[in-house]
Each structure stands twice: as C-alpha cells, then as structure tokens.
C-alpha cells in the first residue's frame, strides 16, 4: 500500500487549496481515511476523516471550512479547504487504516500567509 498526497502550497488568508492523496494497493472505497496535520512544535493532530461508509468527522477548528471526499474511480482521497487562516499552516498528512495496519502518505505542506 501506497499513498501520494500532493496539492499544498502558499495562499493568502481566505483562500482555498485542495489537496489529493492517491492510493495504490488498496481500494479506497472499502476503508477509513483521514487527513492529518502537524504545524510546527505541534504534535500531529486529526484534521478529517471519512469511514468506509462515508461517514464523516471534522475537527473543531475546520468544521464549515474542509471538506472531505474521495473518489472512487481515481483511488483518491481528497480535502477541499476553504476560507483558509494562517493557523491552517502545516505539513498535511493522508492516512489509511486496511484492517488495523495504518499506512501514512508523505505529507504536502500548506503555508497560510496573513
């Protein structure tokens, strides 16, 4: 199992990125996944996540703001985020979890400038 996360960059404040994580090896409409961040000093920190269901959950700070999706047809898992806060800055992480074993991507780094 494989995952490429791509789609971060450097935006202004209110502005909106989508980041896209590819999977490889494993079918992405059968498991759980999720985005994860982890700024600076910061431990690591769940940002989204998507069940095998389709259930979702956000984290506080990004409710109304990210969207998690995936498609299934392209094996990718994606996060819209809008409205974009420099609080937003940090390397962003994609994650999937096949039958317990957590396989991570290699994270795409999101600078949000005031």
């Known amino acids: 199992v494989q995952l490429q996360a791509s789609g971060g960059g450097s935006v202004q404040a209110g502005g909106s990125l989508r980041l896209s994580c590819v999977a490889s090896g494993v079918r992405v409409s059968t498991t759980n996944m999720g985005w994860y961040r982890q700024a600076p000093g910061k431990e690591r920190e769940s940002v989204a996540d998507?069940?095998?269901?389709?259930?979702?959950n956000y984290e506080d700070s990004v409710k109304g703001r990210f969207t998690i999706s995936r498609d299934n047809a392209k094996n990718t898992l994606y996060l819209q985020m809008n409205s974009l806060k420099p609080e937003d800055t940090a390397v962003y992480f994609c994650?999937?979890?096949?039958?317990?074993?957590?396989?991570w991507g290699q994270g795409t780094l999101v600078t949000v400038s005031s």
């Open positions: 998507i069940s095998g269901s389709d259930s979702t």
């Open positions: 994650n999937l979890n096949n039958f317990g074993k957590l396989y």
